[in-house]
């Protein structure tokens, strides 16, 4: 079974600094992507990163990167230079390639807050 | 503007109350999905449809029904609407499984069943 796990429920970060969110994923997949989405209030779901199991570098998207630790199983999200804009919900996704079919998994989210 | 367009934004049914969900995708996507979202648990897979012609059941099944109607379109159907299925639907689509860019999700439903 597929799972993604984001213990993080809310999350502080202030203006202009770094946040790392945290991910976790399980899979028997040997093959898979690792997404990430952002939430923002007004309730649209965002592509933000994608990271393939198989990329030898850490994604990275703008302000975004996404920090791959295969051994450990984790898929990490780094925002630096935090913006005001920032405060969303963002989610951790999961799409195994050969078991997973065309199925995306999500976590439950991590709602971060960025002060001024 | 390219994308996925979902109707209703909003709809309150009362219980045993059936409706439709339209769903509809205009960048030549061959997948598409339903996922529903409640507080704390993310998003949830209902039904999905990898290729015209085919759909298939997702995580959370019971109590919807949808139809591919063509590769554009794809709507989810609440027979008999319970409480239960209050929450916010969101329609999906996405290209080729190996495609690097992740699902284009619609703007999302906002059910209340009463």
């Known amino acids: 079974a597929q799972k993604i796990t984001q213990t993080q429920p809310g999350m502080f970060v202030q203006e202009k600094e770094a946040v790392t969110l945290d991910c976790t994923y399980d899979t028997s997949d040997p093959s898979y992507g690792l997404f990430w989405y952002k939430q923002p209030s007004s309730g649209e779901m965002i592509f933000l990163i994608y990271?393939?199991?198989?990329?030898?570098q850490n994604a990275t998207e703008g302000r975004y990167s996404l920090n791959f630790q295969k051994a450990r199983k984790s898929a990490n999200l780094v925002i630096s230079a935090s913006q005001l804009g920032d405060s969303a919900m963002y989610f951790c996704?999961?799409?195994?390639?050969?078991?997973?079919?065309?199925?995306?998994?999500f976590g439950a989210g991590t709602r971060l807050f960025v002060k001024a | 503007n390219a994308g996925v367009t979902q109707t209703p934004k909003f709809q309150v049914l009362k219980t045993g109350q059936s409706m439709t969900l339209q769903c509809a995708q205009d960048?030549?996507?061959?997948?598409m999905y339903w996922y529903r979202q409640d507080p704390g648990m993310g998003l949830r897979l209902i039904y999905y449809s990898a290729s015209e012609g085919t759909t298939d059941k997702g995580e959370v099944p019971n109590g919807y029904n949808v139809s591919r109607l063509n590769k554009r379109e794809f709507s989810l159907r609440l027979e008999s609407a319970a409480p239960s299925q209050t929450s916010v639907y969101f329609c999906?689509?996405?290209?080729?499984?190996?495609?690097?860019?992740?699902?284009?999700f619609g703007s999302g439903t906002r059910l209340t069943v009463v």
């Open positions: 999906a689509s996405s290209g080729p499984r190996t495609d690097n860019y992740g699902y284009t």
């Open positions: 996704a999961m799409r195994g390639i050969n078991t997973g079919g065309f199925k995306t998994i």
């Open positions: 990271q393939g199991s198989y990329d030898q």
């Open positions: 960048m030549n996507h061959n997948s």
